[in-house]
């Protein structure tokens, strides 16, 4: 695997979006690739502390997103929110919120997920830091 630490830029509410990016940031993070996650736009939503998984994911997304969310859900798959909760604490991974989209929202960070969370911070930030290693968005 690459030396380059991984940045996720996740905006997406769509749970099968924020799966796929909670799996990459922790199968990178058991790969020993620093990973940072910056969580914005509608992504944060599901981010809301005291929310059970079953309450975390948009209702939408076309009859595929329902069929995988409904597999997911079924099938016993790890929420995204605990994935990158363990990604967190083997070390590699780092979870920002979008400072911006928190202001939006009137959040503190109390109403964010308890302990997953690495700060507040700006895009602009973030994408400078992403320039020494590989982007992807979600």
Avoid at 50 to 64: A, I, M, T
């Amino acid at each position: 695997m690459s030396d380059k630490p991984l940045y996720i830029l996740l905006v997406s509410g769509e749970r099968e979006k924020l799966q796929m990016a909670a799996m990459t940031a922790s199968v990178a993070a058991v790969s020993d690739r620093p990973t940072e996650v910056f969580v914005s736009m509608n992504a944060i939503l599901s981010f809301k502390r005291g929310l059970p998984p079953e309450e975390r994911y948009p209702e939408g997304g076309g009859f595929f997103a329902a069929q995988f969310a409904k597999a997911s859900a079924k099938g016993g798959t790890p929420d995204a929110v605990d994935l990158l909760a363990q990604g967190r604490m083997l070390g590699g991974v780092k979870v920002w919120a979008c400072a911006m989209v928190l202001d939006m929202l009137g959040w503190e960070d109390d109403d964010l997920t308890e302990d997953l969370f690495d700060g507040r911070l700006g895009l602009t930030k973030f994408l400078a830091d992403a320039e020494s290693g590989d982007l992807v968005s979600f």
